[in-house]
């Protein structure tokens, strides 16, 4: 009984090994980003993929957004542009929040929208968003933001981020540079300043989707209460900062307003959070 309990054991063994080396043959093949690089890949449907940036990792997932040439175009299209005022490289790594505000606008069930971003810095997102619905939907953006930085004023003690962000990507003045990026749309308006100075330019009683991403409190609170109630049914938030280390007044801030309507915002891996409006 031993001697074939042994030779069960080692039979055993031979499978697991032979296992794990056909498991890692398999994964070998797969594509993985891990290093900032100005294009994405277009992948074959079935290709599993691996990536590690943007402070999250996902692995041997077939990413259904990675095969589609309007995304990876989109995408591509606005790096391209961009790359040479991109000073934080990390910005090459955000594609799959760029993706999450693409989903949610396709999830908007109106082909006539009315779109906010506070928070624009080089228009990443709403770049994509406006090149990769150019022929389906029409959308009339506003763009809010100082074009130069977090206002100190608006920094409190436990904000220190904010800083650095000033310090590493919002240098100088980038409102004509921003502005050039999206001289080819015709429906887009933009609010330089700070807000909530700014909100009274908005003149739309309706808002479909809002993307916040100001790093801080104050004006995403500003905006949150400005925004929320003029959304339509079907619409959504976007909200940036969520999930990420050091912005837990922001979360905090999140919770507490959407608590008050019975709603948890969907925390996603991205550190961002969704809420629809329903």
């Not at 929208?113 to 506003?142: P, R, S, W």
Request: aromatic share 12%; hydrophobic share 35%; with cysteine.
């Amino acid at each position: 009984n031993t001697e074939a309990s042994n030779k069960c054991l080692q039979n055993a063994s031979r499978i697991k090994v032979s296992t794990i080396k056909e498991s890692a043959k398999k994964h070998s093949t797969q594509k993985s980003i891990t290093e900032p690089s100005e294009q994405l890949p277009l992948l074959p449907r079935g290709q599993p993929f691996n990536f590690k940036a943007d402070r999250f990792s996902i692995w041997g997932q077939e990413i259904a957004f990675m095969t589609d040439p309007l995304f990876i175009n989109s995408w591509n299209k606005v790096i391209t542009k961009t790359s040479p005022h991109i000073n934080d490289s990390a910005v090459y790594k955000i594609f799959w929040r760029a993706h999450i505000a693409v989903s949610i606008i396709s999830q908007i069930q109106r082909k006539d929208l009315v779109i906010a971003e506070c928070g624009v810095h080089l228009g990443h997102l709403m770049q994509t968003i406006m090149h990769y619905f150019k022929d389906k939907k029409n959308i009339e953006l506003h763009l809010f933001d100082t074009f130069r930085g977090i206002p100190l004023e608006q920094i409190e003690k436990n904000e220190s981020l904010a800083h650095w962000h000033n310090k590493n990507n919002y240098k100088g003045d980038y409102y004509k540079t921003t502005k050039n990026f999206f001289k080819e749309f015709k429906e887009v308006k933009f609010h330089k300043g700070k807000i909530p100075d700014t909100l009274a330019k908005f003149n739309n009683s309706h808002v479909d989707f809002v993307s916040i991403d100001m790093n801080i409190v104050a004006p995403e609170k500003a905006a949150l209460e400005f925004f929320w109630p003029k959304i339509r049914f079907g619409g959504a938030v976007l909200i940036d900062d969520y999930g990420f280390q050091k912005h837990t007044t922001q979360q905090i801030m999140y919770d507490d307003f959407f608590s008050r309507h019975g709603i948890i915002p969907m925390q996603l891996p991205t550190g961002q959070a969704g809420v629809f409006k329903n």
